[in-house]
């Protein structure tokens, strides 16, 4: 069984502090994506993560694969109340499994207080 | 990004009645899904929908329990059957597009609970 391991599972935190979620697993991926749900809403893609050690920036998210693509880490700078959410963490094709199959992480509950 | 509509958003429903909750997608999705998660937890992947064919169920999941329809490449049922409150959760539609295997696309969920 793949499981992804995320952390912290709930975090709250005041407007303008930075703060890192993390996504680890025994399994090698093909890609790592983040999604972010709102309530009543599905997740939304953020960002695929492929190459070992790759780093991608949106904005104020900054995401980093591991070197060994069996991690991943996202970054938020500065947080806002509007990145309150669900932060998801996927992985595709772990442990030589299809790569349309997602294996999803347990989700991080992001609350950012104003 | 492609478009995925899901139906109903929501709804409240007897143990031992069936629900049937419809996905439609827009042509740029290939592959389509059907996921269940509990508030703010993970989402568990329940099939595969095929079009034309019986769908692909991961473990701990049976056709019996949630028979799924996919008729064309657009278009797809899941339903829940002989509901007992443990299937309170919410429904997610997923699809990808051609060739395009790392991102996922969702429905907005059906939060279905069970009385």
Redesign the interface.
Known sequence: TQLLEQSPQFLSIQEGENLTVYCNSSSVFS?L?WYRQEP??????LV?V?TGGEVKKLKRLTFQFGDARKDSSLHITAAQPGDTG?Y?C?G?GGSGGS????T????T?LTVNP | SAVISQKPSRDICQRGTSLTIQCQVDSQVTMMFWYRQQPGQSLTLIATANQGSEATYESGFVIDKFPISRPNLTFSTLTVSNMSPEDSSIYLCSGIRQGVWTEAFFGQGTRLTVV
């Open positions: 890609s994506q009543g809403e599905g997740p939304v893609l695929t492929v669900l998801l996927a595709a790569n349309y199959k997602l999803f992480g347990k989700g509950l």
